[in-house]
């Protein structure tokens, strides 16, 4: 029998596109199947790179719902993929929402792109569309936590918490024998909500991501971040938060309930403009009142500051439309969190040539993303095909960060019972992979390797 081997088909060089394939004696399956997102290169793999072997499929293992690790699956279904897709209760209840509203934004992407002809493309299209993703929804199979789950004949798939968002996991594989843990994207020790990750079993092979893996966090500084949004509610402005709509959201708002609370902010409107993100924070509520193992006891702390913000939901386009220029002091949560899509980019183009707004930047933002540029201080970012000023104020919070960083993954890796054979470092940019791969061999003493796009290796 020939050895099961790993392809690393996305993630490799870059902090996007999440898809690692494993080819066993009983066929091939894949790891997540997320899109690549951030700067047009980069994006044109979700086009370049279509599975011309998605019908060979036997499953899709999805470690949880954020677009860059499941926002892929679509077009597997579109190329001819008809087989399980394996994830927690919870994760198929979210990638059911992220889904959707993928294809609403992509559709309604291309249609402006057609409509006003900032595209290339004659016509612009969708890389799926809603077609595509109610017939997707059907093959999600939620299998709980820790339970041993049969993918095809000679591999077996167990999820364990990974601490990163409601639904997250980790994947222990067992192929042919050999036993492998892909961490997915690793939460910290102490979120708001969520216990932390469970540690590393163990197994030859272990496939970690680096999203953070150059960096360790910085002490919060919620009272610079508060000046900064006191100052532009004084002013009259807007406090406009590009938050993404799954776990992000949630703990925005107990930030800013928190802030309220302490006296640190005055009492103005919260709107949550985000049919995704309220539906997502519906399934956040539901899980806390139904007292999900996931969830620290803390959690019922979400409850109490939704009824006491105040939040006022934002559901129509019209409504929405009206918050690109609100006309009195606000706070605006709006998805998606780098700026890449949906309403938050409307009112990124009204609102940041206006000094008295402020633009809070909650978390990772990925090269080539609008998050990106404003972080690294750009004086305009293109938005639908024209450049818009930026004279709003742009504040980095780091307090929202849910992926580990440097030490926290070196930490988890060091819970693991026996050393594995190779440590693949993954899903980060290239300075993240080589700083933590580098730690990882001289600080636990193990082989770590960056693998590259494509690179097909042994398992055992």
């Not at 919620?222 to 900064?228: I, L, Y």
């Not at 100052?231 to 776990?247: E, N, Q, S």
């Not at 934002?314 to 709006?334: H, Q």
Request: proline share 7%; with cysteine.
């Amino acid at each position: 029998m020939s050895s099961p081997m790993l392809t690393f088909l996305g993630a490799a060089g870059t902090v996007t596109g999440s898809r690692f394939r494993f080819d066993a004696a009983g066929g091939p399956m894949l790891v997540d199947a997320g899109l690549y997102q951030g700067p047009a290169e980069l994006r044109h793999r979700n086009w370049a790179e279509g599975d011309d072997q998605a019908a060979t499929l036997a499953a899709v293992v999805v470690s949880h719902a954020h677009l860059d690790h499941c926002g892929y699956l679509p077009r597997l279904v579109r190329d001819g993929f008809a087989g399980r897709i394996i994830c927690t209760p919870e994760t198929a209840k979210l990638v059911t929402i992220v889904l959707r509203d993928s294809a609403h934004l992509q559709e309604e992407d291309a249609r402006l792109a057609n409509e006003h002809g900032f595209s290339k493309h004659r016509p612009a299209l969708p890389l799926y569309d809603h077609e595509d993703v109610e017939r997707t929804l059907p093959l999600l199979d939620p299998v709980g936590y820790d339970a041993p789950t049969a993918v095809l004949p000679g591999v077996t798939a167990t999820l364990r918490p990974a601490g990163h968002i409601l639904g997250s996991s980790s994947v222990l594989l067992d192929v042919d024998g050999e036993r492998v843990v892909l961490s997915g994207d690793l939460g910290r020790p102490h979120h708001p909500l969520l216990r932390p990750p469970a540690p590393v079993p163990a197994v030859g092979t272990v496939v970690v991501e680096s999203t953070y893996g150059d960096r360790t966090h910085e002490p919060g500084r919620p009272h610079q971040v508060a000046e900064a949004m006191r100052r532009t509610l004084k002013h009259g402005g807007c406090v406009l938060v590009p938050a993404f709509a799954v776990d992000r959201t949630e703990l925005v708002l107990l930030e800013l309930h928190r802030l309220v609370q302490a006296g640190e902010l005055p009492r103005v409107p919260v709107y949550l403009d985000s049919p995704m993100a309220l539906a997502t924070l519906e399934v956040y509520r539901r899980a806390v009142t139904g007292r999900s193992a996931q969830l620290r006891p803390e959690a019922r702390d979400l409850l109490v500051a939704l009824e006491e913000l105040h939040v006022r939901p934002v559901t129509e386009a019209a409504d929405s439309i009206r918050l690109n220029r609100p006309g009195a002091p606000c706070i605006v949560v709006s998805a998606s969190g780098m700026a890449t899509g949906g309403r938050v980019v409307h009112h990124l183009a009204e609102q940041l040539p206006d000094s008295r707004n402020c633009v809070v930047l909650t978390g990772y933002q990925a090269v080539g993303t609008r998050g990106r540029q404003l972080l690294d201080g750009a004086k305009q970012v293109k938005i639908h095909g024209r450049y818009v000023p930026v004279r709003a104020e742009i504040v980095d919070d780091q307090d929202f960060s849910v992926h580990a960083d440097g030490d926290e993954l070196l930490a988890w890796l060091a819970t693991a019972p026996e050393p594995p054979r190779t440590v693949y470092v993954v899903h980060g940019e290239e300075q993240g992979s080589a700083r933590l791969a580098a730690r990882i061999s001289d600080e636990l003493g193990w082989t770590a390797v960056v693998p590259k796009l494509g690179e097909r290796v042994r398992l055992d």
